[in-house]
């Protein structure tokens, strides 16, 4: 398969495509990024890699934290986590208040953003410094030493967030948020700011396509039939309301940001991150799942 000619291809056909996303600006830091940016980054489980444009360049990745965290909270945890969230799509968007009040505190799922507040609470409560563990597990799963918290991202989102404050707020009111609230906020608004290229995305997840280890060494990061569920709820809630709509098109698993990230993967085969601001009505990059589309429909290759 001559992913490199696929990439290129894609990318040529997309150079005239009109888009009618917007960047996010409800995290003012986010809204000063350049929306013509766009990067595409393919690793594969035998070894090679494929890029087209801007795959070097870091970016804000947001909600694609969130399978991070959700990583070490299951090394931690086992099923004792399923107590505290479900594993069903939300059919809401991400950050959506009046299920969670319905449904008692407890999240639909690790992905949508009460979800992952309650993963940071979890890794406040089980570390002593769990900013650093999260980075600790990014870098050692990409490989990359230097990747970092966008500090200026970080705060901007903690002066704007409202929703998250208040999601974390109707929690804690049933019991599922056991820290102080400004602790876990601070955790989760850090690891939304990790900023990494899709270079480096698509190595991290390479993780997640590769039975749990990591490729270059073989180490087992996380067990295999973990991996499986994490993917599992990849597929399944990876793009808040519009997961359907993502397995529908595209046919893989993925997890999307509001930093115009998402990375997607084929076990066993690939995985890849696009990058590109603007965002549709539902949060997820516009370009991004249409290169995505275009990749599985010109490989031929989904997991369906
Ligand atoms: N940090 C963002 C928020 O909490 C992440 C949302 C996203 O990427 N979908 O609102």
């Not at 990876?238 to 998402?262: N, Q, T």
Request: hydrophobic share 40%; glycine share 8%.
């Amino acid at each position: 398969m001559d992913y490199t000619k696929i990439l290129n291809k894609i990318s040529e056909e997309l150079s005239n495509f009109s888009n009618s996303g917007k960047i996010a600006s409800y995290i003012p830091e986010l809204s000063k990024v350049d929306p013509s940016k766009y990067g595409v980054h393919l690793y594969c489980t035998l070894g090679s890699h494929h890029a087209y444009g801007d795959t070097k360049e870091r970016f804000s990745i947001q909600s694609i934290s969130k399978v991070f965290s959700l990583t070490l909270v299951m090394k931690l945890l086992g099923d004792a986590l399923w107590e505290r969230m479900d594993v069903e799509p939300s059919g809401n968007a991400y950050n959506s208040l009046f299920q969670l009040e319905r449904e008692n505190g407890i999240p639909r799922n690790p992905f949508i953003n009460s979800g992952a507040l309650v993963l940071a609470d979890i890794l406040v409560s089980e570390y002593e410094k769990p900013k650093d563990e999260i980075l600790k597990f990014v870098r050692n799963i990409s490989e990359v030493t230097s990747i970092d918290f966008d500090e200026k991202v970080a705060h901007s989102e903690k002066q704007h967030g409202y929703r998250n404050a208040a999601l974390a707020n109707l929690m804690k009111s049933f019991g599922n948020i056991k820290n102080d609230i400004s602790t876990v906020l601070d955790v989760y608004f850090y690891q939304c700011s990790l900023a990494m290229s899709c270079e480096e995305l698509a190595k991290a997840f390479m993780v997640y396509a590769n039975q749990g280890k990591l490729l270059k060494t073989g180490e087992e990061i996380v067990n295999p039939i973990k991996v499986q569920r994490i993917n599992a709820l990849m597929q399944t809630c990876g793009f808040y309301d519009e997961a359907g709509e993502f397995a529908f098109r595209v046919g893989l698993p993925g997890k999307s940001g509001v930093g115009g990230g998402i990375v997607a993967i084929h076990p066993e085969k690939y995985s890849a991150a696009v990058w590109s601001p603007k965002l549709n009505e539902r949060g997820n990059s516009l370009l991004g799942m249409e290169t995505l589309e275009r990749l599985t429909t010109k490989t031929g290759l989904s997991i369906f």
